[in-house]
């Protein structure tokens, strides 16, 4: 009969993600401890009767085959409670022409099971054969126990790995107020449906995705983009549902709902990710693929030569206990812990930051990224252009004229027109009576305030309306210029008399993540679609010595598609749609949180915050994943490449060494709870600082 391999046992499979915190592998997890609490009695005492054998002396007072009844008597409990479950997983295998980890338990513990049980009720079987009946339930026992308790210790660990999906989950509110028919009412969250106007007050809990429409709020993301310090919130801006409002009052619609939500879809792309395979864990499974046969081969020789060199009286109780130590030490469970718990435990410090991967393969690609590419706007720079510098003349009344100005920008939903307007405004302009408003297409706007005309925009607005620039004005605004900032030209009644310097401001943080990136030996590239001066600029404040600008959208999939042609692993980092093509592209996609989500589908990362060192965070968490499960994989196979042997009895002609079935257990247990604890010191994994 020939066998496909199956290379997880039903035991060491990934954790099976379910979509509640009560679903969560309670009901596995109690029926364990339930087993466990059950055989353990058992257990101790068939074990402290199994060394009696080591004390002669006590069989002068009690028969040995009325000890043997006894054992047999304690061991069925604790065979059916912990092993039944084995023999049927591996016999349901064996159906499918699968041979399973779970067959080398049910292979080793029934055969020492059977062969005692034997020896006990039939013991003249042996004495005609000039054997002593040897008895091994206290080895059966025992790896059953140390089993259940391995998986009962395997799934608490599992559990303390999805700390951070559990806390997600946490953050749904189960109700929201909202306002129908002109009244405020309390409904169950489920009951919001798109559109319905939701009342965000102090303190609450924000309960789905909506969009502020009224009022300000400033809104702890704390769990959702790993920012500590509260956002400012006002009318236009997008609330995420499940974070906390610390304070203010606003009037919201919500924008998604139910399983759109963007709570549901960072759920959703962390249980993806870590149910997920990871390229590594192929290798891992191809092992797996010929261990298990040469392992069953290896036990079957081991019996086949004990037996024939052993004395007759003994040959076989010790063909049989060395082959069930060679079943028992080479089952390689800890192999299937191995890149599971590493992917799960790196998946969820992840999300406690802010970083969300979506599956395993791009955790580990990640790793071997040697460049990085940036995208400018929204990226590196905030996105939104902010009045870098000013200069107005003395000839006006500042202050009027920045009212004025402020006044008519205000009217404008042009992105430099409401940076003028908030920049007045933040220097003390108010609201005044405008009239005769006129859009100039592409140059600006002009207005009427109090009978004086005002002109804002371009220098060709000031051209066409024969207006020249003030000579006093022109230094300043030729450094502004050659800084490849833009310029705004202010003219009152045909004059000029103020110029505004405007710039996508970097990030806070761009510099220091550009100079982390460098320390972690990558190669750092600014691939945008603005012009050489811009992106000069811009490349020479945060440390980039390779530019690519002036670059269309279908262009960037061309230069992403060169540097990889050149031997480079490129990881691609942006937040528009024309960067989506390109993050596709890249061995790793990586997408800005405050981006789009045609960006975020198709990026492999997303950054749940606008803060660009989550960038080298996520590679650094990447490397000391992979890290993880290499060590896991050492982990899992030192016990059997070193058990092996042993207890096939190679070294006992030599050393007298070989390996009892119970310690076998003890040693594979010891692999498995090695790989546990070491994928959980990712949870202490700190990120590195520039």
Known sequence: MSFAVEPVCSSCTPLDMGHTPEDFRETGQRDLVRRLWIIAPFAVLTMVLGMAMFFPVIFAYIPEHSVNYVQLILTLPVFWFAGWGFIVDAWSAAQHRLATMDTLVAVGTSTAFIYSATATLFPGLFHDAGQHPHVYFDTTVTILALITLGKVLEGRAKRQTSDAMRKLLGLQSTTARVLRVGVEVDIPINNVVLGDTIIVRPGERIPTDARIVRGTAIVDESMITGESIPVAKRDGDTLIGGTVNRTGSATAVAIRVGKDTTLQQIVRMVEQAQVSKAPIQKLADKISSWFVPAVMIIAIATFVVWFDVSPVETRLSTAIINLVSVLIIACPCALGLATPTAIMVGTGKGTERGLLIRNAEALEIAHTVTMVVLDKTGTITVG?????????????????????????????????????AMYTQANGASLVDVSNILVHPGAGIEASVNGDRILIGSKALLNTNSIAVEAPFQIRIDQWQKSAQTVLFVAFNNKHVAAFALADTLRATSKHAIQLLKDMGLRVALLTGDTQATADAVAAAVGIEEVYAHVLPHNKVDIISRLQESGNRVAMVGDGINDAPALAKADVGIAVGSGTDVAMEAADITLMNSDLQSVPHALQLSRATMRNIKQN???????????????????????GLSLNPSFAAAAMALSSISVLINALRLRSFTFHQA
């Not at 994989?633 to 050393?655: D, R, T």
């Open 384 to 420: 939104n252009p902010s009045v870098t510098d000013s200069i107005v003349s003395d000839a006006v009344d500042g202050a009027a004229l920045y009212s004025a100005i402020h006044s008519i920008e205000s009217k404008s939903e042009h992105p430099l027109a409401e940076a003028i």
């Open 633 to 655: 994989l050492f982990f899992a196979f030192i016990y059997n490449l070193l058990g092996i042997p042993l207890a096939a009895g190679v070294l006992y002609s030599s050393y």
